[in-house]
């Protein structure tokens, strides 16, 4: 119960962290400011008439230009008694700074250091920088979640993180802040991965689809609803920095109420340890352990503790074919699911009239798709879940990219459409590493998983800056590319009801004999003779790998075992 209200803490924490720097770099409405001259008391002029006067306006849409101001004598011009601005006059930069709108927005970064126009490029390449951090740091950190343990990480991760954030909010220009949010970057992936590993390592086959999901569902779901609000509410992107990063200093207390994976302790050989968490877990539980079933995990445990594969790498997972595939497919799944759910998210910004309701919205969408995912990897299995949702969600913005800009409404529900799918695509991808990937090399996996997919992190702001281009371009990129990892995702495994593989062996042989339309809810029924023949082959496969964990093990698998196995 503490591991799964920890995970809740840590989903609103990264929904808080991944996406706090938008509203952070934020672009309120501006335009050029008025000479000083024009703001005479004499002249008795006022903001509206000023901006009329000295702003000219977009022949197409008729709203004013943010980047552009009249080059005139404006003095001679409110001398001449002249009605309003001749569109015919010569424009100039905004040669007196900006001037921004905050009505219904908050200073930001942006406006503080005038992030505009020539420079607008600013707020993009720092959050680009954000996702260079988290790929650099990503493969040390998962490395190091495998070397010292998945507790320590977490701790440090969130510490760094969050003493990088609140420094970020006393910044004052751009090389300091994005110095800081790189910092930020390289710890925000780990501190959720490395919990999210540690709690599906202590769930069980049939409850990992919940565990997994339900903080997610609620917590992340609140997190990005919450978000815009809270920073309009503060009124202030320094503020917000900081109450949001401070979040993060609640993980010091973990170490006195969080254990350690009780699976890593005893893939390093650290029975003793292994033994008091389990104990203390079934004392809490009302249960007792065996001696015979305490002593087969000191056997194991100091088995472990001179065997080669506790100091897997990710390299181990490049030496083996079975191993090697799946890797590959999970790096590509997930550096496509990262770009389109990044670039969703990210374009919420350039739909609808007001960011804060546009990504409130597509924010709520995570609920009913999480909970869309939870049935469907249950009923249709984590691959064709994966597969299909990319599809769907790459013609979705396809769509969007063949109808003209100006309906706005049929865009915005295509949007959310794509949103719904993509994020149904993150829920199941992010779950699929730990189930393929074997203990002994999950962290240093999936923290190189995840570091790839930062790299399309990276690119992901600059795809969304291309609708400056037009509106149809992001979202071909993002169509395209969804259905090409969709179509890849089918080389995956189907791990629905299948326990995690510890050993890189188990990682070679486990989930073997299944085709690419392999569906195990299928395969029960034996409607005909194609399901009844993936059923006998899964339980062919099955028994192979009970044998080959027994012959690793020493010891002949108890019935639950075999059950489990076979359910």
Known sequence: ????????????????????????TLTPPHWCAAPNELFDSDLNLTLEQIKELTVPKDETTGKFAKCKMYQVNFTQVVGGNMSGPDPTWPNTTCINGWTYDFSLNYPTITSQLNWVCEEDWKP????SLFFVGAFMASPVLGWASDRWGRLPIIVATNVMGGAAGVASAFTNSFVAFTSLRFLVGMTFDTHYTVVYILLLEYVSSEYRTIMANVPIMIFLTAGLCAMPWLALYLHDWSTFAIVIHALQFISLSFPWVVPESARWLLSKGRSKETVDIITRAAHMNKKSLTPELIRELEEFGNKQKNAKNTQATALDLLKTPVLRLRFHVLCVMWLVIILA???????????????FVSFTLVGFVELPADFLTMVLVEKVGRRHTTSITLVLSGVACLVIAA??????TSIMALAVTGRFLITMSINVGQQYPVEVLPTVARGTGAGLIHTLGNLTGFISPYVVYLSKIGHYLPYTILGLVSILGGSICVLLPETLNQILPDTLEDGETFFTGQGYCYNPCAGSRNEDGDRELEHHTYIDSTFQALISTAENTKRIPQEEEVRERVA
């Open 1 to 24: 119960m503490m591991l799964f209200m920890i995970n809740c803490y840590i989903n609103m924490i990264y929904a808080f962290v991944y996406f706090g720097q938008l509203f952070m």
């Open 124 to 127: 993009s390449l720092s959050q």
């Open 341 to 355: 759910y990044d670039g969703h998210v990210r374009n919420s910004e350039h739909i609808g009239s007001n960011v």
């Open 403 to 408: 109808i003209p800009e100006t309906y706005t």
